[in-house]
């Protein structure tokens, strides 16, 4: 008996086909070719018993790596109902990519991420850059070119009107509804570069930052006020990342470390400069627990 193999994809390898052509250029997604078993002869017994183990290995989702997640954290699944908003993630978007877009594209590819911080009671905000800002979603002047090295020099001036154009009144807002240290700000790429800012424009004002395939130039002012901030950052990146190198990202993080700042690093093998579902579980987890809401 010749049985043809189930094939699926599995979302926690495979990016989600078919996502909005909207997207800027980082997040264009083609779903890799799918794991092909050759069509082989069996007995009945042994063809059903690995056609059921490739299904089970196929249905490994975001969702199941969050569930377990749920269960060592002892934070409660949704079901149904959101707990009460006790905290905020404030998540910004990358170079060209609208506040719009970058939603649509985290609720599409993350529904295992916005259910676990929904179920923690974290509310999800996603601000976009002024549109006086050099532009349009952008929150700085930095190169457009790839790589995007450490040594460029920093565009400090617009990095600071996005600050207090776009980010200053949120934080502000955010804090006296939820206090600073229930608020967490995550980006990707340019959205990591511009979360870091905080810490020299707003240390007071947030309880942890998250830069997803970012750094700090080597020239900016944060360097300044490591040594005395203490809010808790995380760092990810994959190493065969070719828009922000992996190589630029690690030195950055070792002298984060020098200058005496809590930050810890994710790095993944594989995966360029688009996060995925893997970080989303990771970023999720981090900022419940920076949060103390386990």
């Not at 990016?15 to 082989?40: E, N, Q």
């Not at 340019?190 to 700090?216: C, D, E, K, T, W």
């Not at 005395?228 to 190198?245: F, I, K, Q, W, Y």
Request: with cysteine.
């Amino acid at each position: 008996l010749k049985l043809r193999p189930f094939r699926r994809p599995c979302p926690a390898i495979w990016p989600i086909s078919g996502y909005p052509s909207i997207m800027p250029d980082t997040y264009s997604t083609s779903v890799k070719p799918h794991h092909k078993l050759p069509w082989a002869s069996f007995s009945l017994p042994k063809a059903l018993v690995l056609h059921s183990l490739f299904c089970c290995a196929s249905s490994l989702t975001l969702d199941a790596q969050l569930h377990q997640l749920h269960l060592d954290s002892q934070v409660p699944r949704s079901s149904g109902t959101k707990t009460p908003p006790q905290a905020a993630l404030v998540m910004l978007h990358p170079l060209r990519a609208s506040a719009q877009q970058f939603e649509s594209w985290i609720r599409h590819r993350g529904k295992g991420f916005t259910d676990y911080l929904s179920a923690a009671g974290v509310e999800l905000i996603f601000p976009e850059a002024p549109s006086a800002n050099c532009e349009k979603f952008c929150w700085a002047e930095m190169p457009t070119r790839s790589p995007v090295r450490s040594s460029e020099k920093e565009p400090t001036r617009s990095f600071t009107l996005s600050y207090h154009e776009v980010l200053k009144p949120l934080l502000k807002r955010l804090g006296r509804k939820y206090g600073p240290e229930k608020v967490v700000v995550a980006g990707h790429s340019q959205g990591g570069a511009m979360a870091l800012q905080l810490l020299r424009f707003a240390p007071g004002q947030v309880g942890g930052i998250v830069s997803m395939h970012s750094l700090l130039f080597q020239d900016s002012p944060v360097w300044d006020t490591l040594n005395v901030t203490s809010v808790p950052v995380l760092m990810t990146a994959s190493e065969d990342d070719h828009v922000v190198l992996f190589d630029d990202i690690s030195q950055c993080y070792d002298r984060m470390l020098f200058h005496g700042a809590s930050v810890t690093l994710r790095a993944h093998p594989t995966g360029g400069h688009p996060w995925d579902e893997n970080e989303l579980s990771q970023v999720a987890y981090w900022v419940v627990k920076q949060m103390a809401l386990l």
